[in-house]
């Protein structure tokens, strides 16, 4: 499927149907506290827009699709989790990327693969100090709170998206989980 960006047209593969706004209110957060975790539901939009396609020295082909997911407790309607990135398509190696910042001073760049079928599946996952898909962090949480690896889980059904994402985290003196649900409708 193509779009049309500043008058080309540009061929989003199965990023396509991720293009527009999502909303979702059956959010669950598990996120580590000192003495155990945390679950807190949340509430969320998500607005993916196209990007455009780029050429990488020559010899790759990118499509590429921007977002910015807002979260939101419902227990007080505080946002806690802004995050903005892309997800890339690399149709000749059948790729798919996730490179994402949080304002924690931590960015992740996410690789793997994607189920181009009814549901389509991406899924992708980085490592510190992985050899193709890593994590930056900076100096204070890499000794406070360290991202140990980042998997990530998003299911494309017409109108209905849903995902799973697992942040391993070391913090408080433990290796952790912190997990993040949703399911969204597009609006």
Same mark, same amino acid.
């Given at each position: 499927m193509t779009a049309n960006i500043d008058g080309s047209d540009v061929d989003f593969g199965p990023l396509t149907g991720l293009i527009g706004r999502w909303a979702g209110d059956k959010g669950s957060d598990v996120a580590p506290e000192p003495d155990g975790s945390e679950e807190s539901p949340y509430y969320e939009t998500i607005v993916f827009s196209a990007a455009g396609d780029v050429e990488n020295a020559e010899s790759q082909e990118l499509v590429a699709v921007h977002y910015h997911q807002i979260v939101s407790r419902k227990s007080n309607d505080e946002v806690f989790h802004n995050e903005t990135g892309y997800w890339m398509w690399d149709a000749a190696?059948?790729? +798919?990327?996730?490179?994402?910042?949080?304002? #924690?001073?931590?960015?992740?760049?996410?690789?793997?693969?994607?189920?181009?079928?009814?549901? +389509? +599946?991406?899924? +992708?996952?980085? #490592?510190?100090?992985?050899p193709d898909w890593g994590i930056i962090q900076s100096p204070f949480m890499k000794g406070k709170a360290r991202t140990l690896e980042f998997r990530h889980k998003v299911t494309l059904d017409g109108d209905q998206l849903s995902y799973s994402e697992t942040t391993i985290v070391e913090i408080y003196g433990r290796v952790f989980e912190h997990t993040d649900q949703n399911e969204l409708r597009r609006l």
């Open positions: 190696q059948g790729v +798919v990327m996730h490179s994402l910042t949080i304002p #924690r001073a931590v960015c992740v760049l996410a690789g793997g693969t994607v189920k181009n079928e009814n549901p +389509v +599946v991406f899924e +992708v996952a980085a #490592r510190l100090d992985g």
